[in-house]
T-cell receptor
Framework: AQTVTQSQPEMSVQEAETVTLSCTYD???????LFWYKQPPSRQMILVIR??????QNATENRFSVNFQKAAKSFSLKISDSQLGDAAMYFC????????????FGAGTTVTVRA | DTEVTQTPKHLVMGMTNKKSLKCEQH?????MYWYKQKAKKPPELMFV???????INESVPSRFSPECPNSSLLNLHLHALQPEDSALYLC??????????????FGSGTRLTVV
């Protein structure tokens, strides 16, 4: 079974600064996708960024970027120029064929942004 | 339309009541999902529908009964719930189940309280 581990329950960042959230996963698959979701107090889970395992280039979406280290099975999320609206719970997720294409979520990291 | 709409947003029900949660999407997605989420925890998969047929039931108690009347609509019928069933119920959709690259589009959820 695949497991996704987020070792940081909470992170705090000053507005305009950068914060990095860690995520590691355990798999024997070679073909899979990784995702970061954001869940603000409004409750809706929002897809932030995705990464295909076969692509070595790290994905970037505006102020969000990932550091994908396939051999180390690590998938960290960097939030640059943090804004108050970035305050949320962030979930790392994994999807593969062997898991019936289901999303497996990590425990989540709560990000607080200080003004 | 790029949204998943869930109604109601809040629901309080007694343990002897029967109620239903509704989820609707008009993105042409053929896979729809029900999740249960407790506070500060990741979502837990309950059911998966693929092309209007139930494809995954994660051993959910029979007091939860899903229904997919058409490709745009997903219901969750609730009967004889317990207080521990109080949670946020999230609906999600994706273009199809058997493709890794798609993340899910989530609704804002129904906050359920069982009294």
């Amino acid at each position: 079974a695949q497991t996704v581990t987020q070792s940081q329950p909470e992170m705090s960042v000053q507005e305009a600064e950068t914060v990095t959230l860690s995520c590691t996963y355990d798999t024997s698959e070679s073909d899979y996708y990784l995702f970061w979701y954001k869940q603000p107090p409004s409750r809706q889970m929002i897809l932030v960024i995705r990464q295909e395992a076969y692509k070595q280039q790290n994905a970037t979406e505006n102020r969000f970027s990932v550091n994908f280290q396939k051999a180390a099975k690590s998938f960290s999320l960097k939030i640059s120029d943090s804004q108050l609206g970035d305050a949320a719970m962030y979930f790392c997720a994994y999807r593969s064929r062997s898991n019936d294409y289901k999303l497996s979520f990590g425990a989540g990291t709560t990000v607080t942004v200080r003004a | 339309d790029t949204e998943v709409t869930q109604t109601p947003k809040h629901l309080v029900m007694g343990m002897t009541n029967k109620k239903s949660l509704k989820c609707e999407q008009h993105m042409g997605h053929r896979a729809m999902y029900w999740y249960k989420q407790k506070a500060k925890k990741p979502p837990e998969l309950m059911f998966v529908y693929s092309y209007e047929k139930l494809s995954i039931n994660e051993s959910v108690p029979s007091r939860f009964s899903p229904e997919c009347p058409n490709s745009s609509l997903l219901n969750l019928h609730l009967h004889a719930l317990q207080p521990e069933d109080s949670a946020l119920y999230l609906c999600a959709s994706s273009p199809q189940t058997v493709s890794l690259r798609y993340g899910y589009t989530f609704g804002s959820g129904t906050r359920l309280t069982v009294v």
